[in-house]
């Protein structure tokens, strides 16, 4: 499989303190590979959100140890945590969290931006990610002109557009019925490895926890089983 | 600071929120376009005036001194001042080194008709000089000019007032007019000047010989103006001295005479135009602090609408510094536009105010500039909070939101 991409040691979330401290993690330890695709299953409240929130260093973990590429991401100032994001990193939500004013194309340049992409150079890399997702002629459409599923395509196209090394789903077809859900995963698992990215998503659907290659099993902030499927 | 692509980007996203809702931005936009015209007009009027003034200034001769008899409202005597004799202007002729001409007057309010016409002015006898002293000239009738007004004759030169208020749109010259008791030929019009900034109309006035205004309209030799034209500014320190010395004032004792350069008589209407336009300029930088209270608010409202686009944005890899840009410059562009809106309608009615009054228009390099900073700098000062708040939103909170 390779060397480890991410490496999480005991890793502890907890909000609130004293008597009302309430541990969304407690004690959470794997290893992730390069290339790996993960999913993240368990009942709602079992740490999976909080957990996809530490590994994009969007909240920080209390105790233990995170390694992203044998680095200590606990230790990163805000500043290197968007830095972190902006070019290792790719979002698939489950509500797709378009901007509805944008056109599909405007939507899947977002992180082009930050990378500081120039205009056209943006444009016509949204353009090539959009084709990749079967929207080729969608680009100028706003969301509310997209049906659910072209909307989550966009989504992929925007997490896949600045080809990073590891992309967090949460729930990427949660939103989508069956036979959508279906098609897009397996879409976004194609497309996922033409880039070469780590994939770690969350679901509740066993069938789709069933395409990735690991699911890992959470209940009340812990690993509970680790199947290599 | 932003690069080139992000601050492109911005300008972009700021448009199209202007152009997504034109009622509210124009709203938001509106206290600073006040506050940018009221400013823009008030310095360009005022701007205007200053230049009339000067104008006028130029017209009645920038080195014109005028020396009137009479004591000042403050000095304990009182009462009118003796006038000054034709010995007096004789011997201020020899004496005043800093005057490189000399004019003597004599003013007289009178009624003046023609066969068809009458009207209430003024006539002033003169001696030739006073063209030059004056700033002004005549057209004659031929076979006279300036030194007509040397002799005793009852020859007269009217203003273009007098002329149309007497002879309408017919021919003036060599026509007959009373004045007073007196008879006297029109021999010359006087050239056009108009109202100067204090509304005073130069062309309502009839000249005559000092002599003839003397001996049949004042009957008395007196001289009631004296007019120079001064070469340096020692001129009214030179006929201060001379006229105490001359009217036999003792030191303690006030002036029973009034000396004024031309700017002095101007002086009152630049006067009052600098309070009105204080007052003005501070109607108009409060309107702009109330813009700029408007710019926060809705810049605050733009935050809240936007709380899941600012975690999406810092969940893609925007840093603080990011967003906090992209809310200021958008409070940058709503000021922007509303001074651009503004500029248009400061300059729209300064040009209106201007050619209604007659000044002349001047828009300056300067102000543009300046009322453009100043907007800038307003949107800068209220979008910065707006801005600071929306860019420490917490991502994880911010994405949650619906």
């Known amino acids: 499989m390779g060397a480890p991409l991410l490496q999480l040691t005991n890793v502890t979330k907890t909000y609130g303190a004293g008597a009302a401290a309430f541990a969304a993690l407690n004690g959470v330890s794997f290893e992730v590979a390069e290339r790996e695709v993960v999913a993240l299953v368990g009942p709602s409240g079992s740490g999976k959100s909080t957990l996809l929130n530490i590994l994009s260093c969007l909240d920080q973990l209390s105790s233990g140890a995170y390694l992203f590429q044998g680095q200590d991401m606990s230790a990163l100032d805000p500043r290197r945590r968007a830095l972190f994001r902006r070019h290792l990193l790719g979002f698939v939500f489950q509500d797709f969290k378009l901007l509805a004013r944008m056109t599909a194309a405007k939507n899947v340049e977002m992180p082009l931006l930050y990378l500081r992409v120039d205009r056209g150079e943006r444009r016509r890399l949204a353009l090539q990610a959009l084709d990749l997702v079967g929207l080729s002629g969608k680009a100028d459409r706003r969301p509310a002109e997209l049906s659910g599923g072209q909307r989550q395509r966009v989504a992929i196209a925007r997490a896949l557009v600045a080809r990073p090394k590891l992309i967090l789903a949460d729930e990427p077809t949660g939103n989508l019925d069956r036979h959508n859900s279906q098609e897009v995963m397996e879409l976004f698992l194609s497309l996922r490895r033409d880039v070469g990215a780590t994939l770690l998503y969350v679901t509740h659907d066993e069938h789709l926890a069933a395409m990735a290659g690991r699911q890992l099993h959470f209940e009340d902030g812990r690993v509970v089983g680790d199947d290599a499927g | ?402």
């Open chain 2, 1 to 402: 600071m932003p690069d080139r692509t992000l601050l492109l980007e911005a300008i972009r996203t700021s448009v199209e929120q202007i152009r997504a809702a034109p009622g509210r931005s124009f709203l938001t936009m509106l206290g600073v376009l006040i506050g940018t015209a009221a400013i823009l007009a008030v310095a360009a009027i005022g701007d205007g005036a200053a230049n009339k003034v000067a104008l006028d200034i130029q017209a009645l001769g920038p080195n014109l001194v005028t020396v009137t008899p009479g004591t000042d409202q403050r000095s304990g005597r009182g009462g009118p001042a003796p006038a000054f004799t034709p010995w007096d202007v004789a011997d201020m002729r020899r004496a005043i080194r800093s005057a490189r001409a000399l004019s003597a007057a004599v003013e007289r309010p009178i009624i003046a008709s023609s066969n068809a016409a009458q009207a209430d002015t003024t006539i002033t006898g003169i001696d030739p000089s006073y063209f030059f002293v004056r700033h002004r000239h005549a057209t004659y009738s031929p076979g006279f000019d300036d030194t007509v007004m040397a002799s005793t004759q009852p020859a007269c030169i009217l203003g273009d007032t007098v002329a149309r208020k007497l002879f309408g749109d017919t021919e003036p010259l060599r026509r007959t007019i009373r004045v007073g008791r007196q008879s006297c030929m029109v021999m010359g019009l006087l050239d056009v000047r108009g109202r100067t900034t204090i509304a005073e109309d130069q062309d309502d006035l009839i000249l005559a010989p000092l002599a003839f205004v003397q001996q049949q309209i004042a009957g008395s030799r007196g001289i009631s103006t004296i007019y120079l034209s001064a070469t340096n500014h020692a001129a009214i320190a030179e006929i201060r001295w001379f006229l105490r010395a001359r009217r036999g004032l003792r030191p303690g004792v006030h002036d029973d005479f009034k000396i004024e350069d031309s700017k002095d008589i101007l002086r009152d209407a630049a006067r009052i135009s600098d309070t009105v336009n204080l007052f003005i300029v501070m109607v108009g930088a409060i309107s702009l602090v109330v813009g700029g209270i408007g710019i926060s608010n809705i810049m605050l409202v733009a935050a809240a609408e936007r709380v899941e686009e600012i975690g999406l944005r810092q969940a893609l890899g925007a840093e603080q510094g990011d967003i906090l840009s992209q809310f200021v410059i958008e409070a940058l562009i709503i000021c922007g536009a509303g001074w651009a809106l503004g500029a248009v309608a400061g300059a729209l009615v300064s040009w209106l105010f201007c050619s209604l009054a007659g000044f002349p228009l001047h828009i300056g390099v300067t102000l543009i500039c300046g009322s453009l900073v100043f907007a800038l700098l307003i949107g800068l000062i209220f979008g910065y909070w707006p801005a600071r708040r929306a860019s420490s939103l917490d991502p994880i909170e911010a994405l949650r939101h619906p």
